[in-house]
């Protein structure tokens, strides 16, 4: 047991780590390209993301699912089989996307660019796309790599090629828009290109690691092959059905966001063509895609990787049919991600300004499009997990049914919404395509493993409330402390978030605290520790 928390323990700091260099880059990026660089950086990143979601999501824990399974078996050639075809399938898959992405850009640009009022060009976005889609040629086989390595319960591979990846990618981005703009007096477009390429050079760095890694290990896995027992002969049409059932809810829940996104790029720019906005769009749509979207899934990585813990525990009582353990489990599930996600939403809206200035510089419209957009990364959080808890009761081919219709709603709205509303209306029909995902998603839950929302329902209402009160406290506190701090001023807009979140930290969790809503929702933590300390 020691030895899987620990595995995941690396693993989720790991995960952290890159997660907030990919947050924190934002802020030296964005000033450094300025606005058409960011424009054209979101326009190749999306279709990229959902290129490399196809690609490689579901990949790791797929196989390393695969090969726990036959090494706990003592059938260690099996896993090694797969890994040896594997590296030709996902070498020839990452081609295939590589070329699919590469020849496509003049296609998906044509249909980015809705008109010759845009601040960005067709040229220039087809460029980008086919400067990022280098990276799907390394990636694929880099996460076999450490499915492999994640398989045979070592977490270490994995966790360092992921945040050496990012350092490499972060260094490269930066480094080389700054030589291009102020060293080489190049243009933003070609500094979006170097940037767009740090994929691949990042990719390069992980999978270098990974190399090592596999190189140091040889002793270590030739000595399970000579302990293999040999009695299972698994054709290969097997291993890889068992794979992709293994993968296909993953790869779901990974491009889920980078669709909705897609469906933003596809529809916004001719939207707002149709209104005169021709010349807003660019801008309109990266406060949304770009800007905003950074700062509204901090709160979603957060609240999503405590509630995940829980999933295994929801499908071990499932497996079971224990009944009271699974609502148990449900209920402490959904209460943790309210708990989590609640009091980051309220922030983000509260203090949009200021966090906002931070990252990209003060700026009203964008401040008022994070604070709109922040209680989206609910419903974002929400989905995630009852996916994840649809793939534990196994019913994951309702977590497909539930995104087909969101997508589809977001659809349907996107176009008259973004005529009446810009870029809010593109965010009221993500949150209407999501809120269908999710009840649907709930529903599902609620039939099959029999489980009741009146529990969630009232512990949900009393945070709302808790949350509402600290909104109101950190409100006060920042007409106050702006009196003192400007929060046009970057530096003077940090003090103020450190200043008004200890004071919504404080007010929240005193407020939880008498309302024995900390008690109610760890009690079991708790007695455990109180165990532990009484034996001692």
């Avoid at 595995?7 to 700091?13: D, H």
């Avoid at 943790?336 to 949009?352: K, Q, S, Y």
């Avoid at 109101?472 to 970057?490: E, I, K, M, Q």
Wanted: charged content about 10%; some cysteine; aromatic content about 14%.
């Amino acid at each position: 047991m020691s030895k899987l928390l620990r595995g995941t323990f690396i693993l989720t700091l790991g995960n952290y780590i890159s997660k907030i260099l990919g947050v924190l880059y934002v802020i030296p990026f964005a000033a450094l390209v300025g606005s058409h660089g960011t424009v054209l950086y979101n326009y190749s990143y999306v279709p990229y993301s959902i290129f490399i979601s196809i690609s490689t999501a579901g990949i790791p824990l797929a196989v390393s699912k695969f090969i726990a399974k036959y090494n706990t078996l003592e059938e260690y050639t099996v896993g090694y089989r797969l890994f040896k075809s594997g590296l030709l399938v996902m070498t020839l898959s990452g081609l295939a996307a590589f070329l699919t992405l590469y020849f496509s850009a003049p296609l998906l640009a044509d249909i980015i660019h809705a008109s010759d009022d845009q601040i960005t060009t067709k040229g220039e976005v087809v460029v980008v796309i086919r400067s990022v889609s280098f990276a799907l040629i390394i990636v694929p086989v880099m996460s076999l790599l450490r499915g492999f390595f994640q398989g045979h319960e070592s977490m270490g591979p994995t966790a360092v090629s992921q945040v050496v990846e990012q350092i490499v990618r972060v260094v490269f981005l930066l480094a080389g828009a700054f030589i291009v703009l102020h060293l080489m007096d190049g243009t933003v477009v070609q500094a979006i290109q170097v940037a767009t390429f740090a994929a691949f050079v990042g990719g390069v760095g992980g999978f270098l690691v990974l190399i090592w890694y596999w190189i140091k290990r040889q002793p270590y896995l030739q000595s399970l092959f000579r302990k293999d027992r040999g009695t299972k002969k698994i054709s290969y049409r097997t291993i890889y059905k068992e794979i992709l059932s293994y993968s296909i809810p993953f790869v779901i829940v990974g491009i889920a966001n980078p669709l909705f996104q897609l469906a933003d790029i596809f529809t916004f720019n001719r939207a707002m063509a149709a209104v005169g906005l021709a010349r807003q769009s660019d801008v309109q749509l990266n406060y949304v895609n770009f800007y905003a979207h950074k700062l509204v899934t901090i709160p979603v990585s957060l609240a999503t990787a405590f509630s995940l813990t829980l999933i295994p525990l929801v499908t071990g009582a499932f497996v079971r049919g224990d009944r009271r353990s699974l609502n148990h489990q449900l209920n402490q599930t959904f209460q943790v991600l309210l708990f989590l996600t609640l009091p980051a939403i309220f922030g983000l809206i509260v203090l949009a300004e200021p966090i906002y200035t931070i990252f990209y510089g003060h700026d009203p419209a964008g401040s008022e499009i994070l604070a709109f957009y922040s209680p989206v990364s609910l419903l974002f959080a929400l989905f995630s997990v009852t996916a994840a808890i649809l793939q534990g009761i196994e019913k994951q081919k309702y977590a497909i049914l539930s995104l087909l219709i969101g997508l589809l709603i977001k659809l349907l709205l996107n176009v008259p919404l973004i005529e009446w509303l810009a870029a809010k209306g593109a965010i009221l029909a993500t949150a209407a395509g999501y809120s269908a995902a999710v009840l649907l998603n709930l529903a599902v839950i609620g039939f099959f493993a029999d489980y009741r929302y009146h529990l969630v329902f009232r512990r949900g209402l009393l945070m709302v409330i808790l949350n509402f009160a600290m909104y109101f406290c950190v409100y006060l506190a920042l007409r106050l402390l702006s009196f003192v701090f400007d929060p046009a001023s970057r530096l003077q807009a940090f003090l103020l978030v450190i200043l008004c979140g200890l004071i919504g930290a404080a007010v929240y969790f005193y407020l939880s605290k008498k309302s024995r809503l900390l008690h109610l929702l760890f009690r079991e933590q708790m007695l455990k520790m109180k165990k532990r300390l009484s034996t001692e």
